[in-house]
């Protein structure tokens, strides 16, 4: 079992990637999350439907143009003067009309402001999801290479503890050692076996990762690149975190919608005034015409008035002591990602420690040992330490890189713009100002459905 993962693994990860092939970097994975990213491609219609709010709201600016088309067929009993007789016959109407409102308090401007400001929040949520993918797709990157380092390292310890194992069977067939110390040796090889197998395990996992990431998975990996560059301090990125994180934004844009909310409730109080025309023909060619002007204002409602405007007061405070709980989880998670960094790298400063210490021990004891004076069990005490550390070192060097990346997500940065990876990308504006308008034919139609279209490729 252990031998075909090693053969699968070998497969995947070296044949794939044929010598002379171009190695695939973090920007290509980047690039990959965010073009084959199905979660942002339904965050970017969840975005088309709230412009269609603000279309939807402009509409009620215009009037309302139907007709009614009614056809009938009468019977009736006639007592006349010849006795009774029946009259029967079919007749047909059409009524062609059109109402407008033209004044409502400002209720419908109010709710175009609402659709406006709530696409604005949209928008950056779709940014926050962004980040996600990207973030998402720099883990997976970095997860597969420290997989890969970790695979390398225990098939090198496998590799030492079989000559481990060769040594102490020849000390054990001249009388140097025990029938013990082979046994150690023999079930440390077998448990650095299974290491290896549960670390091609990883592999395997990590691979499944990086394709949910990026749509494909992994070839020949490229070494990890220069981590961005950061603020030097937490609190300057704090800083920037309050005035660029997509949560902070989007909650500011709510806030704007609840107190609109709050006009729209006051407005609602007011009376609206309504034009309407109306044009009737029949069967007969009678034709009637008619214009009038509406008035209409609710005066008692049981006390709904009132509960809604004290509903869109709850909600505005809501919606602003949740701005504020937004920016303190936001800058509590720069601080705990800052804390993530500089833990990463205090771990990675006492592992080269460890290392070299690690090192000269296992120098030492397998010296010691060929001169008799150490046991097989401390030689492989000793190199198992050594194989800790450099492990641990492999560890806390992916949990920096991350960290770095995760740094920026808390300060809302993790986008392609602000990477420069150096790809179009999703133009919000496009879509939004081909149906601001709220367009039905004409040229507007068509610029329309080419956007669809652009879109769908």
Same mark, same amino acid.
Request: aromatic residues 8%; negative net charge.
């Given at each position: 079992m252990r031998g075909w993962l090693l053969s699968l693994v070998v497969v995947l990860v070296g044949f794939g990637a044929p010598q002379g092939a171009r190695a695939e970097t973090l920007a290509d994975a980047l690039i990959a999350a965010y073009k084959n990213s199905n979660l942002l491609d339904q965050n970017r219609a969840v975005l088309r439907a709230a412009d269609e709010g603000v279309a939807e709201a402009v509409s009620a600016l215009r009037p309302v143009v139907g007709y009614t088309l009614q056809g009938a067929w009468q019977r009736a009993d006639v007592m006349g003067l010849l006795g009774p007789s029946v009259s029967e016959g079919l007749s047909a109407s059409l009524a062609l009309s059109a109402e407008m409102t033209i004044w409502d308090a400002g209720r419908r401007q109010i709710g175009i402001e609402i659709a406006r400001e709530s696409v604005l929040a949209t928008r950056q949520a779709l940014i926050d999801v962004e980040q996600n993918v990207l973030l998402f797709a720099v883990q997976s990157y970095v997860n597969v290479r420290l997989a890969q380092e970790v695979v390398a390292l225990r098939q090198s310890n496998l590799r030492l503890i079989t000559q481990e194992l060769r040594a102490a069977q020849d000390r054990f067939d001249v009388g140097e050692i025990t029938r013990t110390d082979v046994s150690i040796a023999e079930a440390r090889l077998a448990a650095s076996r299974a290491a290896l197998a549960a670390a091609e395990g990883q592999l395997m996992i990590a691979r499944e990762a990086y394709k949910a990431a990026t749509g494909a998975y992994p070839r020949n990996l490229a070494p990890l690149p220069k981590a961005p560059a950061l603020p030097r301090t937490m609190e300057e990125a704090q800083a920037v975190a309050r005035g660029t994180h997509p949560s902070i934004r989007q909650a500011q844009h709510q806030v704007t919608v609840a107190d609109l909310q709050v006009d729209l409730a006051v407005a609602g109080r007011a009376p609206t005034i309504g034009l309407g025309a109306t044009l009737r023909t029949d069967d007969e060619d009678k034709q009637s015409q008619s214009l009038g002007l509406t008035m209409n204002q609710t005066l008692y409602a049981g006390g709904r008035l009132s509960s809604l405007q004290r509903r869109a007061l709850a909600g505005k405070d809501s919606a602003r002591a949740g701005l504020q709980q937004t920016a303190v989880g936001v800058l509590q998670n720069v601080g705990v990602a800052w804390a993530n960094l500089a833990v990463a790298a205090a771990s990675i400063q006492a592992s080269d420690l460890q290392i070299r210490a690690a090192q000269a021990a296992f120098d030492g004891v397998r010296e010691e040992a060929a001169a008799g004076t150490r046991t097989t069990l401390d030689v492989l005490d000793a190199e198992q330490e050594l194989l800790d550390a450099r492990n641990a070192r492999l560890e806390?060097?992916?949990?920096?890189?991350?960290?770095?990346?995760?740094? $920026?997500? /808390?300060?809302?940065?993790?986008?392609?713009?602000? $990477?420069?990876?150096?790809?179009? /990308?999703? %133009?919000?504006?496009?879509?939004?100002?081909?149906?601001? =308008?709220?367009?039905?034919?004409?040229?507007?139609? =068509? =610029? $329309? %459905?080419?956007?669809?279209?652009k879109i769908g490729n």
């Open positions: 806390a060097e992916a949990q920096r890189y991350v960290a770095v990346y995760q740094v $920026l997500a /808390t300060m809302g940065l993790l986008t392609v713009e602000h $990477l420069q990876l150096g790809i179009p /990308t999703y %133009d919000p504006e496009a879509y939004y100002g081909a149906v601001e =308008k709220a367009p039905a034919h004409s040229a507007q139609g =068509k =610029k $329309l %459905d080419r956007i669809l279209e």
